[in-house]
T-cell receptor, first 119, second 116 residues
Framework: AQKVTQAQTEISVVEKEDVTLDCVYE???????LFWYKQPPSGELVFLIRRNSFDEQNEISGRYSWNFQKSTSSFNFTITASQVVDSAVYFC????????????????FGKGTKLSVKP | DGGITQSPKYLFRKEGQNVTLSCEQNLNHDAMYWYRQDPGQGLRLIYY???????QKGDIAEGYSVSREKKESFPLTVTSAQKNPTAFYLC???????????????FGPGTRLTVL
């Protein structure tokens, strides 16, 4: 069955520290997609990145970077030089291309990691 | 501006009452979704719709109902049959949920429902 695990419930760092949020997933599908979303205190989920299972290249976007490793079924997210505005709950999600008992295309979310960045 | 709107932002309901949450999008997306979020939990899918006049149950559909009469609108009704309706409800949309394509879902600002 498909599953996403974010083992870190809460992380607290001081501004300018680097922080890595872990995400481990389970799927039987060979074609799948991984996502990260940010949920600030206002509540709206903000899309950050989408990755397909055939593209294991790491991605960097400003202070954000993502490390996708199929061998360990992980899709970790690193924030470099964290800022107070990065404080939010971050969700990792999985979507399978084909139906294995669920519906293809639907997102399976982890429980989220609450990041607090203190000044 | 293109986006997804949800109203109201906060909603209070007495036990035994039905209540309808609004979700509208002007992104011209075909697919729309409703999720429920409880404190400290991830999002769980309630219902989704790939095209107008068609929708499917998600993982926790019991006690909820939806309609999709227009492409841009996907209202969710929380019925009195829902045992524990107090939660944060998020609506999302995506371009299309094709056979082997997963499109990115974009979310609205959410509605916080409290049952008194």
């Amino acid at each position: 069955a498909q599953k996403v695990t974010q083992a870190q419930t809460e992380i607290s760092v001081v501004e300018k520290e680097d922080v890595t949020l872990d995400c481990v997933y389970e799927t039987r599908d060979t074609t799948y997609y991984l996502f990260w979303y940010k949920q600030p205190p206002s509540g709206e989920l903000v899309f950050l990145i989408r990755r397909n299972s055939f593209d294991e290249q790491n991605e960097i976007s400003g202070r954000y970077s993502w490390n996708f490793q199929k061998s360990t079924s992980s899709f970790n997210f690193t924030i470099t030089a964290s800022q107070v505005v990065d404080s939010a709950v971050y969700f990792c999600a999985l979507s399978e291309a084909w139906n294995y008992g669920g519906s293809q295309g639907n997102l399976i979310f982890g429980k989220g990691t609450k990041l607090s960045v203190k000044p | 501006d293109g986006g997804i709107t949800q109203s109201p932002k906060y909603l209070f309901r007495k036990e035994g009452q039905n209540v309808t949450l609004s979700c509208e999008q002007n992104l011209n997306h075909d697919a729309m979704y409703w999720y429920r979020q409880d404190p400290g939990q991830g999002l769980r899918l309630i219902y989704y719709s790939q095209i107008v006049n068609d929708f499917q149950k998600g993982d926790i559909a019991e006690g909820y109902s939806v309609s999709r009469e227009k492409k841009e609108s996907f209202p969710l009704t929380v019925t009195s049959a829902q045992k524990n309706p107090t939660a944060f409800y998020l609506c999302a949309s995506s371009i299309d949920q094709g056979v082997s394509i997963t499109d990115t879902q974009y979310f609205g600002p959410g509605t916080r429902l409290t049952v008194l």
